[in-house]
């Protein structure tokens, strides 16, 4: 402490020194006033509790939900049919890949909601 008290007796007699009285006097009151603002009360914090909703990441679908796609497409096409039966049957079949098709995308629209 001794120390610190010592460097400013030294550094106000190199100011007085360096410059006039009026010049330190000036310099002084410029620095205090600069230090006053310093010691002015900051405002008190005010603490606003919200709710904030985060999104997180679920699986929207279970196992049991998802369309097996055998479930729903049963026409089964084979080898041996002929060509008007070949192409009944895959008519019958568009019909229902577009069932399926429609069941999956309601839940996945319903994932994505």
Not at 38 to 62: D, H, L
């Amino acid at each position: 402490m001794r120390d610190l008290v010592e460097s400013i007796k030294y550094l106000f007699e190199w100011l007085r020194y360096m410059i006039g009285y009026r010049e330190l006097v000036v310099l002084l009151l410029l620095a205090l006033l600069i230090l006053t603002g310093c010691s002015s009360t900051e405002p008190a914090v005010k603490v606003v509790m919200q709710e904030v909703k985060v999104p997180v990441p679920v699986n929207c679908i279970r196992k049991e939900d998802v369309p097996v796609y055998h479930d729903y497409v049963k026409t089964k096409i084979s080898k041996s049919d002929t060509g008007y039966t070949k192409v009944r049957k895959l008519i019958i079949r568009d019909f229902e890949n577009q069932k399926f098709a429609k069941i999956a995308e309601a839940i996945m629209k319903g994932c994505s909601d």
